[in-house]
């Protein structure tokens, strides 16, 4: 990922890394209580009960791809025009997309028949408004919902100013992140609406983490941004269910522990001097967001189609997630550079 100069920032890469693998572990998790198909279960004889426990809070995966997301766009605001802005998006965010959902509705239908709703899907119109009220073909793209309003605001801030400073994207954060609050407080809305609102606080919270990167404000923010996100996150996992106490007396430091480590990577520029390495790393984080999107519908697709047919679990798992993996490398080599709309950016 490129920040500031446009030099690429590896802590970031691995950090995306990072939370794609702990998103496909929740999603893929071996447990009884399997987030696919619930007519498989895995032996989880094998693994420590207190890791089980913790595979349950690895969800929180996508919330640090909504901080990364808030830190990358602000520092991009900082530095390009609202055009090369939108075209960045689009470039980011479609062409995996159409390839992914494309694959997903074929596999569909080829096991299980297709859905017409699917065909409308492909296009990605359906995360602006799913007028069908279908549920998504591709679970995970309810994060693009978020992801495309947060876009469509900061773009609406760059066509206003032409020059988008660091005070402007401070008042901006706190917009973003207040404002969802506060009309959760006067709506009568369900709890899980509420969930959702409260998201975009990453967005927020990803934000200040780049301004305070950037100026002289660290000692204050520092613990500021430490405690948020870990409130935040700790409303989030209902951590009050855990009833063995030195599980949570962990689950707490370990938390504790995390956010610090993840404040100190955004805000510090991390090098690679081996360029195989450093490319090597480029690719995997550019292949986790099609790995995001095929893993749950395509990936646990495969495991229950297999499983029917009588392969073990862990062959279908393991099948399964190498095939997401080939499949996210090709469309990183080869669909992404084909479609992209060229205006001279980098990818971040």
């Known amino acids: 990922m490129s920040v500031g100069n446009g030099t690429r920032n590896i802590g970031l890469d691995l950090l995306r890394i990072f939370a794609c693998m702990i998103v496909v572990t929740y999603h893929f998790r071996p447990s009884g209580d399997l987030y696919g198909p619930p007519e498989i279960h895995f032996d989880s004889s094998w693994i420590p009960s207190t890791l089980l426990q913790f595979t349950k ?22 530095r390009i025009s609202s055009t090369h802005f939108a075209t960045s998006r689009i470039n980011r965010i479609f062409p995996s997309l159409i390839f992914c959902s494309i694959l997903t509705m074929f596999f569909n239908w080829a096991t299980s028949g297709i859905d017409s709703h699917d065909i409308w899907q492909v296009t990605g119109l359906h995360l602006f408004y799913n007028f069908t009220g279908a549920s998504f073909l591709i679970s995970d793209t309810w994060s693009l919902v978020f992801e495309l309003r947060f876009y469509l605001l ?16 401070v008042l901006f954060a706190l917009g973003i992140g207040i404002f969802p609050i506060l009309l959760d407080q006067i709506r009568d809305i369900d709890s899980s609406s509420s969930n959702s609102i409260n998201l975009y606080l990453y967005f927020s919270f990803g934000i200040l983490l780049n301004v305070q990167r950037n100026n002289h404000a660290k000692r204050v923010l520092f613990p500021l941004l430490l405690i948020g996100l870990l409130c935040l996150n700790m409303s989030r996992m209902r951590i009050e269910q855990i009833s063995n106490p030195s599980s949570k007396q962990l689950l707490f430091v370990c938390l504790i522990a995390a956010y610090a480590l993840l404040i100190v990577i955004f805000s510090r520029n991390f090098h690679i001097g081996n360029v195989a390495i450093a490319n090597y790393i480029r690719i995997s984080a550019l292949m986790t967001y099609p790995l995001y999107l095929l893993h749950e519908n395509l990936g646990l697709g495969m495991v229950e189609y297999l499983y029917k047919l009588g392969v073990s679990t862990k062959v279908g798992y393991s099948f399964a997630i190498l095939c997401c993996i080939v499949i996210s490398w090709f469309i990183v080599t080869f669909v992404e550079p084909v479609f ?8 971040k």
Request: net charge positive; no cysteine; hydrophobic share 50%.
């Open 340 to 347: 992209r709309i060229r205006i001279g950016e980098s990818r």
């Open 154 to 169: 900061m773009y609406i801030l760059l066509r206003i100013r032409k020059s988008v400073s660091q005070s402007d994207l």
């Open 57 to 78: 809070y690895n969800y929180l995966g996508a919330d640090i791809f909504f901080l990364l997301s808030g830190f990358l766009i602000a520092d991009s605001a900082l």
